[in-house]
């Protein structure tokens, strides 16, 4: 397992893009100082199977800012376990979580939302989402969203869903004269622009598109 | 154009086409009304090969070729179109994107190239005038947001963007004002002409003031029991499907 420690210093802007876990296990431990920003994105396209991606960020410093964007394309027999832990130590802390998965045959995924709010974090701001969505009827999502709050005044929302592609959407496409695999993708690259986008780089944007084509090929 | 012989379709194991005999051929306007739970958006349903329906029995036949046993994609792509009666959102796909691909599947289809961005575009602008669809209804994401009016003027919009040999307009009036089905009604009227046929599905004679059929079928228990020109729309407004029916 590889552990990369990151330390961003008060006022820093960091940007931190996770494009292709070759190991088995990757971890990121990440402290944040005041006025620091961090911004995260996961893309999880050429995992290996039983891959693990580990995001370990505490602000240890006032009004620090933590947004995550992760997405991630499974297929064949693939299973990966993405965990963030995501702890506000001091006050006015903001974060931000967005995650999507799409999950194909008998791939699995999982994915593990730790938010830990401490006592004294006051007027922290926490949110995290997970939307999901399964390709066949043998392929699986786990989300566990964890949120430990310890402070009384704080905002903390989170939400989880898992579906499944919308049929009405897909007939509607294929009246059109659209081929199923072309709705597919057009639904599946509508799902995941919220996340995709965030990157706001053409290149980065195409290649992820792609992978997302070959994905469902 | 058309032509159903002896079509029987059910949904979750319940029979409701029993038996539908229709012919329609180019140049021709037909009326298919009925009372609720009749079968009307089965029929479009069936005719449209939404995977939700099992056909049991008959045959269709499309320009000579057996409609049946073509996927949804390829029947749209020989010239069928459907206008749904709750068109679907989509978010996140744009009108752009969504009309692109369905405007090059059928050219390819034809072996035909594919438009280019500036071909494109500028089809969009004349066909978008038809239906005075605003120019941010056709940069939005499709149906997202649109108004019970709008979402049928898309309807029609698309219409004019994939030229269908065969429209069928499932309750197009339905959550229209009178202006807004003004509007469709003459989109619908500019886009028929001597190569193509429609198919108008609707509980209302009112439509069929602005819309004016060549045949009038009343379509009752999954059966057409009548067929008429149009004067019998009138008839049946006067005497309600209950007189019919008898």
């Known amino acids: ?55 370990d960020i505490e602000q240890v410093g006032e009004h620090a800012e933590t947004y995550i964007y992760g997405l991630g394309v499974l297929t064949g027999k693939q299973h990966v ?3 963030t832990h995501v702890l506000h130590s001091v006050p006015n802390g903001r ?16 994915f593990i939302g730790e938010l830990i709010v401490a006592p004294n974090a006051q007027h ?22 964890q949120l430990e709050i310890y402070a009384d005044d704080v905002k903390c929302s989170h939400g989880a869903t898992t579906g499944q592609i919308d049929e009405s959407a897909l007939f509607y496409m294929q009246q059109r004269g659209i081929a199923l695999d072309e709705a597919r993708q057009l639904l599946l690259t509508a799902f995941f622009h919220d996340v995709v986008s965030t990157l706001a780089e053409q290149e980065v944007e195409e290649r992820i598109q792609n992978k997302i084509a070959d994905a469902l090929a | 154009m058309l032509e159903i012989k ?15 005999n229709l012919h329609i051929r180019a140049g021709e306007t037909h009326a298919i009304m009925g009372p ?11 005719l449209a090969g939404n995977p939700a329906y099992t056909v049991t029995e008959g045959e269709v036949l499309f320009n000579g070729k057996d409609l049946l046993s073509m996927a949804p994609e390829v029947r749209a792509r020989e010239g069928l179109f459907l206008s749904f009666q709750y068109p679907v959102e989509i978010p996140g796909v744009s009108m752009t994107n969504f009309m692109r691909a369905a405007v090059n599947a059928k050219l390819t289809h034809q072996g035909l190239p594919a438009l280019s961005a500036g071909e494109f575009l500028k089809l969009m602008r004349a066909k978008r005038a038809l239906v005075e669809l605003d120019n941010k209804l056709a940069n939005r994401s499709v149906n997202e947001g649109f108004s019970g009016g709008e979402k049928k003027r898309n309807e ?34 500019k886009l028929h002409n001597e190569q193509n046929a429609t198919i108008v599905i609707t509980h209302y004679q009112r439509l069929l003031d602005y819309i004016v059929p060549d045949y009038v079928h009343i379509l009752a228990d999954g059966q057409i029991i009548r067929t008429g020109g149009k004067e019998l729309a009138l008839e049946l407004e006067e005497k309600g499907y209950a007189g019919l029916i008898q």
Do not use: Y
């Open chain 2, 36 to 46: 609720n739970g009749a079968g009307k958006s089965t029929l479009s349903a069936v």
């Open chain 2, 156 to 189: 029609i919009f698309q219409m004019a963007m994939l030229e269908p040999c065969l429209s069928i307009l499932d309750e197009t009036d339905s959550g229209l004002d009178i202006d807004a089905l003004r509007i469709v009604a003459e989109g619908v009227n």
């Open chain 1, 95 to 110: 974060s931000s979580q967005l995650l999507k998965f799409a999950v194909k045959d008998e791939a699995r995924a999982e």
């Open chain 1, 124 to 145: 922290t701001d926490a949110r995290q989402t997970n939307r999901n969505v399964l390709l066949s009827p043998t392929a699986t999502m786990h989300t566990q969203p």
């Open chain 1, 81 to 83: 376990r993405v965990r």
């Open chain 1, 1 to 55: 397992m590889s552990v990369q420690e990151l330390h961003i210093e008060a006022g820093e802007h960091k940007r931190l893009v996770i494009m292709h876990v070759g190991e088995q296990t990757a971890r990121w431990q990440i402290k944040q100082e005041a006025d620091s920003v961090l911004t995260v994105h996961l893309f999880c396209l050429d995992m290996q199977s039983d891959a693990e991606v580990l995001l």
């Open chain 2, 6 to 20: 002896n079509l029987h379709a059910s949904i979750a194991g319940k029979e409701i086409l029993k038996g539908i």
